[in-house]
C-alpha cells in the first residue's frame, strides 16, 4: 500500500513539474517574441551615454593596459583593430580594408578604411597606427597580455597615408589575428594620455 502512494505521489509530482515547466517555457517564449518585436520597432541612433556597471573597481579604460575582465566587457565597445571577426569566427576587415603578406611572411600590408574618424575627429591614418603599435610595445605603458599579442612584430612602417607595414621577427601567418579588434585596438593618439578616464571620445567609428 505504501509503495502504492509513493508510485502515485511520484507520478502527481512529475505531472505537476511538467505542466509548470511547460507553462513557465510558453510564457519565457511569449516574452521573447515580445522582445524581439519590440526590438524590430527600435531604430539605432547615433550618440547618446553608454552606461556600464561592473562587480568592482575599474582602474581605467586605457585598452593597451587594463586587461581586467571587467574591463574588458566595456572596452570591446570603445575601440576598434585593424581587424574583426564575424560571426562565424573568420577574420574580416575592422579599420584596414585589406591586408596582404610578402612572399616570406616577415611582413604584411594593411590598407585602412579612408574616411575613417576617431570620436575626437582625428583621422585613423598609417601614422596613428604605428604609433599605436609603438605604444603597445612599449614595456612601462603596454600590458603584458597585449604586448604578447604583437610580440612577433617589430616595426610599423608608414607606406602612405592609408598603408601601413608590419615587420615581423619571423615569418608569422598570425599577424591578422594579433591586431584584431581584440587584443589590439587602436586609440586616437592626441588622446593617449587621457584615454583611462576619457575613453568615449576615442572610439573610431
Not at 569566427?89 to 604584411?108: F, R, V
Not at 591578422?176 to 593618439?189: D, L, N
Amino acid at each position: 500500500m505504501a509503495e502504492q502512494q509513493t508510485g502515485r505521489a511520484s507520478e502527481f509530482s512529475r505531472r505537476q513539474f511538467l505542466a509548470g515547466t511547460s507553462g513557465a517555457l510558453v510564457g519565457i517564449s511569449a516574452l521573447g517574441l515580445a522582445g524581439q518585436a519590440a526590438a524590430v520597432k527600435r531604430h539605432p541612433q547615433r550618440g547618446g551615454t553608454l552606461e556600464f556597471s561592473s562587480r568592482g573597481d575599474i582602474a581605467g579604460l586605457d585598452a593597451h593596459k587594463h586587461n581586467v575582465n571587467h574591463a574588458i566587457n566595456a572596452t570591446a565597445v570603445l575601440y576598434t583593430g585593424l581587424t574583426d571577426l564575424d560571426l562565424q569566427g573568420k577574420i574580416i576587415p575592422g579599420l584596414a580594408e585589406s591586408w596582404e603578406p610578402s612572399k616570406d611572411l616577415k611582413s604584411w600590408v594593411f590598407r585602412l578604411r579612408k574616411g575613417a574618424l576617431f570620436h575626437n575627429g582625428r583621422e585613423i591614418d598609417a601614422e596613428a597606427v604605428r604609433l599605436n603599435i609603438e605604444r603597445i610595445k612599449d614595456p612601462k605603458i603596454g600590458g603584458n597580455w597585449e604586448r604578447g599579442a604583437i610580440a612577433s612584430i617589430t616595426k610599423a612602417e608608414v607606406i602612405d597615408r592609408y598603408t601601413v607595414r608590419l615587420h615581423t621577427r619571423e615569418p608569422d601567418a598570425s599577424v591578422p589575428t594579433a591586431v584584431m579588434h581584440y587584443p589590439t585596438r587602436m586609440i586616437a593618439p592626441d588622446a593617449f594620455d587621457k584615454v583611462a578616464e576619457q575613453p568615449r571620445w576615442h572610439r573610431a567609428v
